[in-house]
DNA sequence: CCTACCGATCGGTAGG
DNA sequence: CCTACCGATCGGTAGG
């Protein structure tokens, strides 16, 4: 962000500090809850200021839903990760993931808003976007060839991601509630039995 | 419904219908986006009736969050569940709780609107009436014993419950979208890899 | 990009 | 339980 900004013209500058004052706005209340006013003052403009660079407050969440969706950053990440087998692999993939989401699960809140206050209606249009990237991690677990039990990598990939939604979502609904040890230990345990569940018995 | 809505008295029919519209209303639209007179429209009253029954909206939310919360269904569809072995007991327990929850994945709406939009504020005095069912669940994994792997129960009954919400949320994100086969095939090739994750190794 | 404004709708209440 | 109302706030716009 810091060497960006710098060479960004004014608008753009604008644009952004709308985009991040909303964006953090939304994690923390919601859509709806949020108001344009409240998107204006964060910026550091005044209402009608808005109106320049989007055309509704439908509009706002839209551009944040497509540029800062979470996928854009766990997607490269899981790509990027490196083992020749399915074991390192895996807990390299999950280790660099939340490493880098940080311990922050109010990411996936934009896809849960998106769920709760949009019906999904927004996905379609994202989906494609991403499709051909998840189809790529598949390839992947592909090369593992024979350490992997003969599941349809659509679905494979559908666990593999549901595996850190489960574990983000039980940490926001039950973290500090249940005596369960360590966040990393609980993702290493995730992590695990992903693993085991995966891979082909000898 | 129809056998216990007779013998109640009028002022609980009518606090009925006012936590059922409330209850639709939110699933389908979210907390915010709800108006106290789409409820009070749909309850069949005037606006101003809803305070005879309730103090604010978020009571209304809140009495429903206590009472419909899909726990209250999930909990003892899995305690009822049997088999003498752990594949038969995670199967039955899997399909025990679609087959009742219907594919209605926006029954987990309820618990998704807690998060986004309540930041999670009303968990724990839910958790505290759910909990010792949860480690009751807990238990019967532990009747397995030498079947399952050395798992701290809270962690294993955070990993199940967490490949229901991974199959519903990525159900309704990626629903249509990937070649992923039927709906019931996912479920249980998702119980699969929780099964031989957590199952010990010979 | 701001000021000043629009009509609409919000949650909630008084008074009967 | 309804009617009629409250002040506050909403998303959005005109005009400069």
Known sequence: M?????SLSKSERTRRAILEAAYSLFLDQGYHATSMRQIASKAGLALGGIYN????KEEIFTA??????PYHQIVPLIAAS???????????AAHALVDALGHHPDLLNLMLIEIVEFKGKHVPKLFDSIFPKIMEI???????????????IPLLMRAFLGMFFSY?????????LMPSG?????????????????????
Chains 1, 2 share one sequence.
């Open 2 to 6: 810091s060497i960006e900004t710098t």
């Open 53 to 56: 660079h989007f055309g509704s």
């Open 64 to 69: 944040i839903f497509t540029e800062k969706h």
């Open 82 to 92: 490196e083992g020749e087998t399915v074991e390192d692999f895996t807990h390299n």
């Open 138 to 152: 598949g390839t992947r677990f592909n090369r593992f060839n024979g350490q992997v039990r003969p599941i349809p």
């Open 168 to 176: 983000y979502i039980t940490e926001i609904m039950l973290a500090g």
């Open 182 to 202: 360590t966040q990393e230990e609980s993702l290493d345990t995730f992590a695990d039995i992903f693993l085991n569940g995966v891979k082909r018995q000898f």
